[in-house]
Structure formats: structure tokens, C-alpha cells
């Protein structure tokens, strides 16, 4: 009986675990698939052993320290012990994926990594994991090939999911008229994040800077994204009293129609960039989290589009530097400098030109199903 368990961590890798189960289910329908994941892998097919809903959660709290190790020990001795896969499908998640790596390697079960942890930019020491722990990588940027060979970890290049499962560009006129936007006036969307801590961080100064640009720029729209995976208590919890539109699970059409864009750093600044919408990077979190990473950090660049284009293109503002007015400044910049605005939307779009047009599921599916072929 072909068997197959796979972890994730977060409603991205949630996303895409699902999009590789379909393609996976159209090469060999008889594979038996669960896992810890959320709603997406469910609507495909997958057997859930744990919703990871709680899992992304970040913290050094004893609770959720100790939550992340009792699922882990759970989700090992489920897999080793009864379930007994032929292979583990690990998605992202690094921090948690790396650790139970080991024992499924040890108890003689095939381990796959599909988007595996970036350590190109931070934790090189990661890498010796992944070479003793992990029996292949299916990465997803094309210079990511390169390291892992060097290194003489299996790895095959499966391109990044986002170049063929992001819809096609909104229509803009229809968008604005259901959410009732003047389509003579530019919008300005704001992404704040899809973790409670970024909305806690990062949300205020957000909303503070809309109303400064609003202020300062009359015409000016603006509407703030809401994160699926968050609640709408959470959500108005940060919002506290504000008229501006809150739109919940329309982000890829948001960023589409939007004129500028001001984003937490993630993978939402890669789908930006696939779009060619000029946006901002503003992050900040814990002053702890944030020595820790300066100490790990490979790059000194934070988003996806400026590390794959290998220069500064989006303006990263980080840390201490967040602030209502340097946000303010840059986005008046990409809004009404026309010649600054052109050569960004021209520079997004040869990042875009860089990543390959494979379809990413469906290569980390066919590398799967290998294990069950002979």
C-alpha cells in the first residue's frame, strides 16, 4: 500500500501542499496522503493528523515551545510508529520540519523537502541538516541548485509555485465598482502581515501613514488587506476605529488593481513583484528577534524581489527605521515620480523574467511519485 505524510506549518505551505497533492493524485490516484496541514489540504483529499492552525505562532514562550515539541513528538510517533509512510513530504517550516527530518530519516523512511529553509540567507549551519536528514530538495529558485549540488545534497529545481498558480491580473474597473473605490482616484492597499505579532508591530504605524497620506494627498484610496488565516476579532482588535476598507480574501486581486502598496516583508512581496505593482517593505518585530537575526543573516536585503534581482529595487525600511514618515516619503515617490515609478515597474519585471515557468507542483510531484514508480 503506497503511503505518504506530509507536514506543514503555515497557510502558504498549506497552499501549497495542496496544489502538489492534485498533481501528485493525477500521476497515481492510489497513494493513501496524510498529514498536518489546514482547510486547503483537507479540500484535496488529505487525511489530517493535526490542523497546524496554533503552529504559526512566533515566540519564545515556554507555551509555545513546549506546544511545538509535543506536536512534533506526536506527529514522529504517529509516522514511525503506525502510520509508516514510504516517504514524508516536508514543505517549508524549517524550524519545525528540520527537527523531526531526523527521525523519520533514522526510522528508515524516504524524506522529501519541497521549499526548503532559505539558507542562502541566513543559517548556513542548516545546511549540514539538510544533507544528513534530508534524502532530496525540490527548491524553488534557480540559483538555490547550484548551493545544494555543491554541497552533494540530491536536489532537483522545481520553480517557484507562485509563477503559475497566482491568478491573472483583476480587472480593475470591476473591483473597484464591488468594493465601491473611485475609479478616478489612486489606491494605496496595505498588507500588515498574516501573524498576529507582525498586525501588533507593524499595524499602527500602518494606518497612522495612510492617514498622513491621505491628509497630505486627498485623492488618494486606500484599503488594508486582511490575512485569511486571521479572525476578524483579531483583526479588529489591531484596526481599532478606522474608515478605511478592510477586504479579506481577495489579495491577489488587491495587489493587481492596486497603485502602490505598502507590505510586511513575505512572500506577498514576490506575488507584488510577479504583478509588477511598485510597493514598499516595511518590518519590524521584537529587538530580540531582530539581534538574532543580524547575527544569523547571510544577505543584508530582506525581500524576495531585491534578493532575487540581486539589487536594491523595492525600498526596504526595517526596524527602527519604521516610521509614518520615511513610509510617507517613499510611497509619494513611487506614486508621483513618473521616471522613478517607470524604471521600478521595468525593474520588477525583469525579476519576474528570472524565475523559471515551470510549473512547481507539478515538478515536486512527479519527483514524489518517483519513489513509488519500480
Same mark, same amino acid.
Given at each position: ?8 506549518? !503555515? ?7 495542496s496544489h502538489v497533492v492534485k498533481a501528485l493524485r493525477e500521476l497515481d490516484s492510489d497513494i493513501i496522503i496524510e498529514g498536518v496541514g489546514g482547510e486547503n489540504m483537507k479540500s484535496a483529499g488529505v487525511k489530517l493528523f493535526a490542523d497546524h492552525g496554533k503552529m504559526g505562532s512566533v515566540g519564545l514562550s515556554p507555551q509555545i ?15 514511525? +510508529?503506525?502510520?509508516?509512510?514510504? *516517504? ?8 519545525? %520540519?528540520?527537527?523531526? /527530518? @531526523?527521525?523519520?530519516?533514522? /526510522? ?12 542562502? /540567507? ?6 549540514? #541538516? ?52 473611485? #475609479? ?37 484610496q486606500f484599503c488594508i488587506s486582511h490575512a485569511p488565516n486571521l479572525s476578524d476579532e483579531v483583526y479588529d482588535k489591531f484596526l481599532k476605529k478606522t474608515d478605511f476598507k478592510v477586504i479579506k480574501g481577495e489579495n491577489q486581486a488587491l495587489l493587481s488593481v492596486s497603485d502602490a502598496l505598502i507590505l510586511a516583508s513575505g512572500t506577498? *512581496?514576490? !506575488? ?27 544577505? +543584508? ?11 536594491? &529595487?523595492?525600498?526596504? &525600511?526595517?526596524? @527602527?527605521?519604521? %516610521? ?14 513618473? *521616471? ?5 515597474? #521595468? ?10 515557468? #515551470?510549473?512547481?507542483?507539478?515538478? /515536486? *510531484? ?7 514508480? @519500480?
Open positions: 500500500m503506497k503511503k505518504l505524510f506530509i507536514v506543514t506549518g !503555515e497557510y502558504s505551505g498549506d497552499i501549497h501542499a515551545i513546549f506546544n511545538h515539541i509535543m506536536l512534533g513528538k506526536r506527529v514522529v510517533d504517529y509516522v514511525t +510508529k503506525e502510520f509508516k509512510p514510504d *516517504a514524508v513530504l516536508l514543505i517549508d517550516y524549517g524550524g519545525f %520540519n528540520l527537527r523531526v /527530518a @531526523g527521525f523519520f530519516k533514522k /526510522a528508515g523512511i524516504k524524506v522529501l523537502y519541497y521549499i526548503p529553509p532559505q539558507v542562502w /540567507a541566513s543559517r548556513k549551519g542548516r545546511i549540514k #541538516k539538510i544533507k544528513k536528514n534530508v534524502d532530496e530538495v525540490l527548491c524553488i529558485f534557480p540559483f538555490e541548485k547550484n548551493l545544494y549540488e555543491s554541497c552533494g545534497i540530491k536536489v532537483h529545481y522545481c520553480g517557484h509555485p507562485l509563477v503559475s498558480q497566482l491568478p491573472e491580473r483583476a480587472n480593475r474597473d470591476e473591483f473597484f465598482e464591488k468594493h465601491g473605490f473611485d #475609479k478616478s482616484r489612486k489606491l494605496v492597499s496595505i498588507f500588515p502581515g498574516s501573524r498576529v505579532f507582525e498586525l501588533k508591530y507593524l499595524m499602527n504605524v500602518f494606518v497612522k501613514t495612510a492617514q498622513n497620506l491621505q491628509k497630505r494627498h486627498p485623492e488618494l506577498v *512581496a514576490l !506575488e507584488a513583484c510577479l504583478y509588477q505593482t511598485p510597493m514598499i517593505i516595511a518590518y519590524r518585530g521584537p529587538w530580540l528577534f531582530y539581534f538574532i537575526y543580524l547575527l544569523v543573516r547571510c544577505i +543584508k536585503r530582506v525581500s524576495l524581489p531585491n534578493i532575487i534581482g540581486g539589487k536594491l &529595487i523595492v525600498p526596504e &525600511i526595517i526596524q @527602527g527605521n519604521v %516610521n509614518v514618515n520615511k513610509i510617507t516619503c517613499e510611497i509619494e515617490r513611487l506614486l508621483y515620480d513618473s *521616471a522613478y515609478r517607470e524604471n521600478n515597474i #521595468k525593474e520588477l519585471g525583469e525579476v519576474k523574467s528570472l524565475l523559471s515557468d #515551470k510549473v512547481s507542483s507539478r515538478e /515536486a *510531484a512527479m519527483e514524489v511519485a518517483k519513489i513509488y514508480q @519500480g
